[in-house]
């Protein structure tokens, strides 16, 4: 039994160590736009992102293949291709939509880099009847911020 109270003690106090939390830093998107084209075939999705004391470059999207739904984008460079970003629709549950998600990761030329992501409800990409079609169009905030780590 001496033994068994040890054995626990010594994992126990082995096994614990502080836990410290990740740093993040904020990237402050701006202007942030997304939409399918009216009344033709096509999709665009634009904005600004800065990470501050670090970068700010420009990020765009376009197409001429998507109908009325946005597309989901590979991981594609902005205009500093320090910057990637990567943006879809996630699956979604019985008789619910997907979240839409916009990832970003910064990637400098030395040292670590970092990721985050932003989050929307299927609310804010409404599809609205234009003519006699129909296409997405962003309805929330164009600018907000995405925790990076």
């Known amino acids: 039994m001496k033994y068994l109270v040890f054995l626990t003690s010594l994992l126990l106090g082995a096994t614990a160590s502080p836990i410290t939390q990740r740093q993040t830093t904020q990237a402050n998107v701006s202007g942030f736009s997304a939409s399918t084209n009216t009344n033709s075939d096509g999709a665009v999705i634009t904005y600004n992102i800065e990470i501050p004391g670090l970068v700010s470059t420009h990020c765009s999207y376009s197409d001429e293949t998507s109908g009325s739904t946005l597309p989901a984008v590979a991981q594609t460079p902005c205009d500093d291709p ?6 879809r629709q996630d699956p ?8 839409y998600r916009i990832v970003i990761i910064y990637t ?9 992501f932003h989050e929307w409800a299927p609310s804010d990409f409404p599809q609205q009847l234009v003519g006699n079609g129909e296409e997405t169009v962003y309805q929330g905030a164009s600018d907000f911020v995405v925790d990076m780590s």
């Open 108 to 116: 400098p030329t030395s040292g670590a880099g970092m990721a985050g």
């Open 92 to 99: 979604s549950l019985p008789g619910s939509e997907g979240r």
């Open 82 to 87: 320090s910057v990637r970003w990567q943006f």
